[in-house]
């Protein structure tokens, strides 16, 4: 196991009606909010009305900035910093899914930062600064952005999609009530559970021998999405389902699974040049490539990690090696496939003479992957094998 520093410092406030919290929370840093949101659903749901309410009962003043879409735009991120700045915010809540998390981060640390927002995100982490105190209301299962560092904006006029990490960026507190990830659509659902599968195991298939302990934790994690999800799917107001999916969510990404070891994260990086030019929902670029990033990685040298994932994680039995890995990753496929996630690149509108663009986005920050490293030629292939 490897050294590592500990901090999972967001305060959860998790199940029915804990939104009863969120007044008293806020007021710890100040009276003058920010209230970011998304596309409207907060208000069919009933949600908004409830925080404005929550608002008003404890004396605190808002700003609002609604429209958050999905794949972030930086666009509306300098709406926020100005917002921030023209009216004194002193915090920020952020009602919705990871969009609109990352959206509230990132207006929160470009409120101290003298240049563009966009900036961070060349720069990268190390011009992350400070940050306004942040609080969130999930009401989507899937990024976990509620619980970490982590940020990603899309540029809309350079198609770039990039993230910044850093620990001033986590929430100060987040509440998580299952009940408002009832009204989440059968695509939003089985996207949010791609999504949660795939953070683990980007943090799963690491280079690092010696990680017993957060191996058997990433595996449980992993069979809770392969139990939960389809019943999520099946009965979206299943309160145990959307539960299990949510804390499972807030796990796979704030840290715990990779504190003493190396993660990968290439497939990420192919995905997030895949949505910055063709905006298409994370979730679901995940589950065309992972597959694909699966079956080009396998190896002599890897062969030993993807049995111990498909024996623990897909229980499949068998003596040969590679013929056990290959049913482990063709039982990924099978599960995406079943949640009615697409396979092929060109089933969700990406064009093929894109795809070497794409490769040089994928790269901008050098090459990809701890794994296995994939430099042009390996991910040009990956995405040839996907479209």
């Known amino acids: 196991m490897l050294n590592f520093n500990y901090n999972v410092s967001t305060r959860i406030f998790f199940g029915r009606n804990s939104i009863e919290h969120l007044g008293d929370e806020l007021k710890q840093y100040g009276t003058r909010v920010l209230f970011v949101s998304g596309q409207g659903s907060i208000k069919k749901t009933g949600l908004y009305d409830t925080v404005i309410d929550i608002f008003s009962q404890n004396g605190l003043v808002y700003h609002e900035l609604s429209g958050v879409q999905p794949n972030p735009r930086i666009s509306l991120v300098r709406q926020g910093v100005r917002l921030c700045r023209d009216h004194d915010i002193q915090c920020i809540v952020a009602v919705g899914g990871g969009s609109v998390i990352d ?8 409120y101290y930062h003298d240049g563009d927002p966009w900036d961070l995100f060349v720069l990268g982490d190390a011009s992350v600064k400070k940050a306004l105190p ?38 100060r507190f987040s509440i998580l009530d299952p009940t408002y990830t009832f009204s989440m659509s059968e695509n939003q659902t089985a996207a949010g559970t791609v999504d949660i599968f795939s953070h683990i195991l980007e943090q799963y298939f690491s280079p690092t021998r010696d990680a017993f302990l957060q191996n058997r934790l990433a595996e449980g994690l992993l069979k809770t999405c392969i139990q939960y999800g389809p019943v999520a799917l099946e009965a979206p107001r299943d309160y145990e ?4 999916l949510m804390w499972t ?7 715990l699974l990779g504190y003493g070891r190396v993660s990968d994260w290439a497939t990420h990086g192919v995905e997030h040049a895949l949505s910055a030019m063709f905006d298409v929902t994370h979730g679901v670029g995940l589950a065309i490539l992972t597959p694909y990033w699966m079956e080009l990685v396998l190896s002599d040298e890897t062969m030993s990690k993807f049995v111990e994932y498909a024996r623990n994680v897909w229980m499949i039995t068998g003596n040969n090696d590679r013929t056990v890995a ?57 995405l040839n094998n996907a479209f």
């Open 326 to 382: 290959k049913e482990g990753i063709e039982k990924t496929r099978e599960f995406f496939t079943a949640l009615g996630m697409p396979q092929k690149l060109r089933d969700v509108g990406v064009t093929q003479n894109a795809l070497v663009v794409m490769v040089e986005k994928a790269v901008v920050h050098g090459d990809l992957g701890k794994f296995k490293k994939l430099g042009k030629p390996e991910i040009l292939s990956l």
């Open 241 to 244: 389902a959307r539960a299990q």
């Open 134 to 171: 942040i609080g969130t209301v999930l009401t989507f299962s899937g990024t976990g952005s509620e619980m970490n560092g982590n940020a990603v904006i899309s540029n809309e006029e350079t198609t770039e999609k990039l993230a910044i990490h850093k620990d001033v960026l986590r929430p």
């Open 103 to 110: 959206s509230a981060k990132t207006i929160a640390t470009g």
């Open 249 to 255: 969510s807030s796990i796979a990404l704030n840290g």
